[in-house]
C-alpha cells in the first residue's frame, strides 16, 4: 500500500473547511444534549446508560456515520486529480491498484475516526463510559466500510451521490428490520455485534433487532470494499478534468 497516498488522502479529507465541518458534525449529537442539559434538565443518572445506547446505535450509527462516510469518502479518487497529485504519480510511478487500496483506507480510516469522536464526545454530557468505550470497535469499523464504500460509489461518476444517499437510507432501514435475511446483508447490523453494551441496551428497548451480528462480517465488508476500490482505481482511466459521459 502507497504510504504517500495514504497520507495524501487523509490531508485531502480532513484539511482545511471540510475537516473543521466533518469534526463539527461529528459533534452534533454531544452539542444537542448539553443544549437540552443546559436549558431544560440534564439526563437522569438512571436514564443515562439507555439514552447513550441509543444515540449510538440510532442517530449516530449509521445516521450520522454515514451522512459523515458520503462528504468525506468522496475524496478516493476524485482528490488526485487535483493538486499535483496526478504529475507526483506519473513521475515516480506505483502500481494503481495499490494507490487505490491506499486512498480507500485514507477514506475509511478518516470516518471510522470521525465515528469514534461522535461516540467518545458522548462522554460529556451522558458520563457512560463503559457503554460508549464498548461502542468504539463498532463505531470505527462500520465507519472504515461506509467510508471506504461510499468513496467507491462517490467516485464511479459525478451524479452518483444519489445512489450513497439511496443506500444509507436502505442501511438504516433494512437493518432494523425482523427479516435476518435481510439485516445480515447490511454493515449496520454486523458493525452493532461489536458495540457490546451499547448494542445490549439498545436491544433491551426494541430500537434495534437484537444486539448485532457478527463482527467477522463487518470487517469482511470492509476489506471486500477495500479490494473492490483497489480493482477499480486500476481500471479506471484518469480523465483530468474532462467531462464524463
Known amino acids: 500500500m502507497s504510504r504517500v497516498a495514504f497520507e495524501w488522502a487523509l490531508r485531502d479529507t480532513l484539511q482545511g473547511p471540510r475537516g473543521i465541518v466533518l469534526v463539527a458534525a461529528a459533534l452534533i449529537p454531544t452539542v444537542f444534549i448539553l443544549i437540552i442539559a443546559l436549558t431544560e434538565s440534564p439526563v437522569p443518572a438512571r436514564e443515562a446508560p439507555r439514552v447513550a445506547a441509543v444515540v449510538l446505535t440510532t442517530f449516530v450509527f449509521p445516521g ?3 451522512l459523515l462516510a458520503i462528504v468525506a469518502g468522496g475524496t478516493v479518487l476524485r482528490q488526485p486529480l487535483e493538486d499535483g497529485t496526478l504529475v507526483y504519480f506519473m513521475t515516480r510511478p506505483a502500481k494503481r491498484m495499490w494507490i487505490g487500496i491506499a486512498r480507500g483506507a485514507a477514506a475509511g ?33 462500520g465507519g472504515f466500510a461506509l467510508g471506504v464504500l461510499y468513496g467507491l460509489i462517490l467516485s464511479l461518476h459525478r451524479y452518483a ?33 461489536l458495540m ?14 437484537g444486539d448485532g451480528g457478527s463482527g467477522v462480517i ?7 470494499f477495500l479490494a473492490i476500490t483497489g480493482f477499480y482505481y ?12
Open 161 to 193: 451521490l444519489g445512489i450513497a444517499i439511496i443506500h444509507a437510507v436502505l442501511e438504516s432501514a433494512l437493518s432494523r428490520l425482523p427479516f435476518a435475511s435481510l439485516r445480515n446483508l447490511t454493515v449496520s447490523w454486523h458493525s452493532w455485534g
Open 109 to 141: 480510516t478518516a470516518v471510522g475516526a470521525l465515528a469514534v469522536l461522535c461516540g467518545v464526545a458522548l462522554i460529556i454530557p451522558l458520563g457512560q463510559p463503559g457503554i460508549v468505550f464498548s461502542a468504539v470497535p463498532g463505531l470505527f469499523v
Open 218 to 224: 463487518a470487517i469482511l465488508y470492509a476489506l471486500v
Open 196 to 209: 457490546g453494551r451499547a448494542a445490549d441496551e439498545a436491544a433491551k428497548v426494541g430500537v434495534i433487532p
Open 234 to 245: 486500476s481500471v479506471r482511466p484518469f480523465t483530468l478534468g474532462v467531462a464524463e459521459g
Open 64 to 66: 450520522l456515520v454515514a
